[in-house]
């Protein structure tokens, strides 16, 4: 039977993320397509659609969850959880690991992004977008102080509807990658999947 990771995309491809990809993610997607690489044949792997690219294209400026919702978000966070769904419904498979992104608004299993959406500066979503990436890299974090952009914990906007739908099904686990410190995250995703080769082993 088919096993699945079901994983952020920015994991396996650093473009995706919201301002352009620092050094810590390329390393992150190096370290997590090692992983990848070294399963068996009975893993497949599902990178979803990146919400936030669904919803307000590349490049974005840094957002906290609560700014996502109000532009839009939860409609395409449940299209996403459907997929996802129909996948699950249709392979059946024996173990799923769902792998999100520390802070992230949308795919953080147990920190999010947070602040008050009244306070963000709104119009940096349109200069973000014509800027180069050095200017990107240079004032990305400007947006985060003028936006009060704070991490808490709790689920991003996806990871919150992917748990509500999905947390009850057998062998199913949660693993939560931080960028800043990728090798614990990956020592973890490493035990769960020796864990599951116990489970599921004839």
């Known amino acids: 039977m088919v096993k699945l990771i079901i994983l952020a995309p920015c994991l396996l491809s650093p473009f995706y993320v919201y301002r352009g990809p620092k050094e810590k993610e390329y390393k992150t997607a190096l370290e997590i397509r090692k992983v990848l690489f070294s399963l068996p044949k009975d893993w497949q792997i599902f990178a979803y659609p990146c919400p936030e690219f669904e919803l307000l294209r590349w490049p974005r400026p840094p957002m906290s969850?609560?700014?996502?919702?109000?532009?839009g978000i939860r409609k395409v966070v449940e299209?996403?959880?459907d997929f996802i769904g129909r996948v699950i419904v249709e392979e059946r498979p024996e173990a799923i690991v769902f792998v999100?992104?520390?802070?992230?608004?949308?795919?953080?299993?147990y920190t999010t992004t947070s602040s008050d959406p009244d306070l963000y500066p709104v119009q940096k979503?349109?200069?973000?977008?014509y800027m180069r990436?050095?200017?990107?890299?240079?004032?990305?974090?400007?947006?985060?102080?003028?936006?009060?952009?704070?991490?808490?914990e709790g689920p991003g906007a996806l990871f919150d509807e992917l748990m509500k739908r999905f947390s009850?099904?057998?062998?199913?686990?949660?693993?939560e990658i931080d960028?800043?410190?990728?090798?614990?995250?990956?020592?973890i995703l490493?035990?769960?999947?020796?864990?599951?080769?116990?489970?599921?082993?004839?």
């Open 65 to 71: 969850r609560e700014v996502f919702e109000r532009f």
């Open 79 to 81: 299209e996403v959880a």
């Open 100 to 109: 999100g992104v520390k802070g992230s608004p949308t795919c953080g299993v």
């Open 125 to 129: 979503v349109r200069e973000f977008f």
């Open 133 to 152: 990436k050095d200017e990107r890299l240079a004032k990305y974090k400007d947006i985060i102080e003028e936006g009060k952009l704070t991490l808490i």
């Open 168 to 175: 009850e099904l057998d062998n199913t686990f949660w693993v």
């Open 179 to 187: 960028k800043d410190n990728v090798n614990s995250g990956i020592e």
């Open 190 to 202: 490493k035990t769960i999947l020796k864990k599951i080769k116990e489970l599921t082993k004839d």
